[in-house]
């Protein structure tokens, strides 16, 4: 009854406007303008009849919280159309493959899992489109999640310790801490001083303990190719790198770099 209610509502609407011929043609382009559009689902109240299964959260809400959820996550520019479907493994790299299964899997069942990922491998593979699609994936879900690239991350606790930043460590951290979802792109990335591997423990410790899902990339691997190769255990330290193995399922993503072709 109430959807009916609605929709006899909104069809008084309608009628009245047939008379708007009589004001002057600039008042009723100026009334048209201000008239606000009706969700042709809902008709404005939040909720939409579905025939044979009665009433739920209609789309166009689900379609603003989706977009405020995106948008709240902070993905760069350049990610910000990354998704599953326009994810394309190399044909014949099975290593892209599982990547991608992996990670649809991960927004599949969440939040019934208990580790979340870290995607390994060199530059130009893909690993920070798929982050990037695992935070759409969740939003679609209504999952809130916050992305930061490792190094960006790093630069703004450090200017927290400027007085004229009007900010602190505490303000920049806390988001950290209790982001339902964390991506943290390019681990590793920055010079390991102390100072850095202090700073990751408190951020990887206190979300292991509240066991909040990471996701994690970085372009270190866990062996040496050369001599000269850094692990990543020598980028983030032992006890870090401990941490991770228990928190993230490490996916191995191997492959060309991509952006190569841009020069061809």
Request: some cysteine; overall charge neutral.
């Amino acid at each position: 009854m109430s959807t009916n209610l609605a929709m006899s509502n909104y069809l008084r609407a309608v009628a009245d406007d047939t008379q708007s011929d009589v004001l002057p043609e600039r008042e009723q382009d100026v009334r048209i303008a201000e008239e606000p559009s009706t969700c042709p689902f809902c008709y404005g109240t939040g909720m939409e009849v579905v025939t044979g299964k009665g009433a739920r959260r209609c789309r166009c809400r689900t379609e603003d919280q989706k977009k405020k959820l995106i948008e709240a996550a902070h993905i760069p520019r350049r990610h910000e159309r990354c998704r599953f479907p326009n994810y394309y493994p190399t044909p014949g790299n099975n290593s892209q493959l599982l990547a991608l299964t992996y990670s649809h899997q991960l927004v599949r069942d969440y939040p019934a899992i208990d580790r979340g990922s870290l995607l390994m491998g060199p530059c130009g593979v893909g690993k920070t489109h798929l982050a990037a699609a695992i935070l759409h994936g969740l939003a679609e879900k209504g999952v809130s999640g916050l992305f930061y690239e490792f190094g960006v991350l790093l630069k703004e606790i450090q200017n927290s310790y400027d007085p004229v930043s009007q900010t602190s460590e505490f303000k920049v951290l806390v988001p950290i801490f209790e982001a339902e979802v964390l991506i943290l792109d390019e681990l590793g990335a920055s010079k390991p001083t102390d100072w850095v591997r202090d700073t990751m423990m408190q951020i990887i410790n206190t979300r292991y303990n509240d066991k909040k899902l990471t996701i994690l990339t970085t372009n270190y691997q866990d062996g040496r190719r050369t001599d000269r190769d850094e692990t990543l255990e020598d980028r983030i330290g032992v006890r870090l790198r401990s941490r991770i193995y228990e928190m993230c399922k490490t996916v191995i993503v191997e492959g060309e770099d991509y952006r190569k072709k841009f020069d061809n």
